[in-house]
Nanobody, 120 residues
Framework: VQLQASGGGLVQAGGSLSLSCALS????????MGWFRQAPGKEREFISG?????YIYYGGSEKERFTISRDKNTVYLQMNSLKPEDTAIYYC?????????????????WGQGTQVTVSS
């Protein structure tokens, strides 16, 4: 199983970005998929997840500005009203065993990460 994330970049505060992550390889299983981010000097933080049955759940306060969705084995993260503190490397992840996972250790597969930089 491989995850390929894309869509990061540089954006001004208040702007929007859309990330996508495509899962390939063994696609006959059902995967819960999620997004994490890691800022310099900080721990990896869970943002949001979506189950293979499209149940959506969020980890913190970003649900007001971030929206997760999926189309089969591609997961998206729409980020609006971005702030400088959203600057981080964003990672997608997938699990075929955990139910509604929120911890990094619950995810078996990880994308390579995509940099999001929000300028003030």
């Amino acid at each position: 199983v491989q995850l390929q994330a894309s869509g990061g970049g540089l954006v001004q505060a208040g702007g929007s970005l859309s990330l996508s992550c495509a899962l390939s390889g063994r696609t006959d299983e059902g995967y819960d998929m999620g997004w994490f981010r890691q800022a310099p000097g900080k721990e990896r933080e869970f943002i949001s997840g979506i189950s293979f049955a499209d149940y959506i759940y969020y980890g913190g306060s970003e649900k007001e500005r971030f929206t997760i969705s999926r189309d089969k084995n591609t997961v998206y993260l729409q980020m609006n009203s971005l702030k400088p503190e959203d600057t981080a490397i964003y990672y997608c992840a997938a699990s075929s065993t955990a139910i509604h996972p929120t911890h990094a250790w619950e995810f078996q597969y990880w994308g390579q990460g995509t940099q999001v930089t929000v300028s003030s």
